[in-house]
């Protein structure tokens, strides 16, 4: 089998992966104990999340066919599978630890608490910060460098406006949350 098949073979993995842990994803995603359907501007980033999505995906379907690109080893197909596992159990982790303050639209709910347990220990943004390991590893698994840096590129940027708005609507509405921010970066842990 050429190497062009097989990369087109493990892209379609990757980017059916993608889709398909999203769909379960909200499968297990916990009952909101408030209204879910916040007003336009607690929807922010919305539409661009899922246009990234398909710019994604379709960079990776295509990344394979692109002559000249650079690419990656064949371990990266399968490494790329393996983040997306990962990341599912990020935002498994993450929406369980937030129970039913887990909800698509940006809003403060009376009695909201500022949490600080499992992975909002570590990073402000966990659920975000999984679905762009998610989309990463859909990339990667194509086995071709364009994928994985369009793919970030187009998802980080959707990804930073949402995290944008919704730090400001929780330094604004949400007692504590501004001295969780001080001390608890976005996405990336700190080395300890």
Not at 89 to 105: D, I, N, P, S
Not at 128 to 138: E, F, H
Request: glycine residues 10%; positive net charge; charged residues 15%.
């Amino acid at each position: 089998m050429s190497r062009t098949l097989t990369d087109t073979l493990w892209a379609g993995l990757g980017v059916g992966g993608a889709f398909g842990a999203m769909w379960a994803i909200e499968r297990l995603r916990p009952p909101v104990r408030a209204d879910d359907v916040g007003a336009p501007e607690d929807q922010v980033g919305i539409g661009e999340l899922t246009r990234a999505y398909f710019f994604s995906a379709g960079v990776t379907a295509a990344s394979p066919l692109v002559a000249g690109g650079v690419r990656l080893p064949r371990w990266t197909g399968p490494a790329g599978l393996a983040l997306q596992l990962g990341a599912v159990g990020l935002r498994v982790w993450a929406m369980r630890t937030l129970q039913g303050h887990y909800a698509h639209a940006l809003r403060v709910v009376p009695d909201q608490p500022v949490v600080r347990t499992g992975p909002y220990r570590h990073v402000r943004h966990p659920g975000y910060a999984s679905v762009l390991l998610l989309w990463l590893g859909a990339a990667t698994s194509a086995r071709n460098a364009l994928a994985p840096l369009l793919t970030l590129a187009a998802v980080g940027t959707a990804y930073r406006e949402r995290m944008d708005a919704e730090d400001a609507l929780l330094l604004r509405e949400l007692p504590g949350y501004a001295a969780y921010a001080a001390t608890t970066p976005r996405l990336l842990p700190r080395p300890s």
